[in-house]
């Protein structure tokens, strides 16, 4: 069993930065950020691998970065030069899977509860 607990959203300028975090219990082999903008399908934004390195979509890369503080088990997305097209609820996803491709939304995932990214232009 994996649980995750986000938090970390807000409301932003565009131009601005946010952290989101996403407090990891369990074994979680792969874990991710989705995002759902209102009305569209729930995508991948980024994926932590098992080896520790990680990929992000074509949309956010160079403004958004994933990483992890082993210690305290808690995975982040740093999001800078937030754009209006950002805002969306996102979630954490953790996979017990050892993960070497980006994480999808029908794999078999664990999902945490989501928090709200709001970027106004």
């Known amino acids: 069993q994996v649980q995750l607990v986000e938090s970390g959203g807000g409301s932003v300028q565009a131009g601005g930065s946010l952290r989101l975090s996403c407090a990891v219990s369990?074994?979680?082999?792969?874990l991710g950020w989705f995002s759902q903008a209102p009305g569209k399908a729930r995508e991948g934004v980024a994926t932590?691998?098992?080896?520790?390195?990680?990929s992000a979509t074509d949309s956010v890369k160079g403004r958004f970065t994933v990483s992890k503080d082993n210690a305290q088990n808690i995975l982040y997305l740093q999001m800078n030069s937030l754009q209006p097209e950002d805002t969306a609820m996102y979630y954490c996803?953790?996979?017990?899977?050892?993960?070497?491709?980006?994480?999808?939304?029908?794999?078999?995932?664990?999902w945490g509860q989501g928090t709200q990214v709001t970027v106004s232009s």
């Open positions: 996803a953790g996979s017990r899977r050892y993960c070497y491709t980006p994480l999808k939304v029908f794999d078999s995932l664990y």
């Open positions: 932590l691998y098992t080896d520790g390195k990680f």
């Open positions: 369990g074994s979680a082999s792969g």
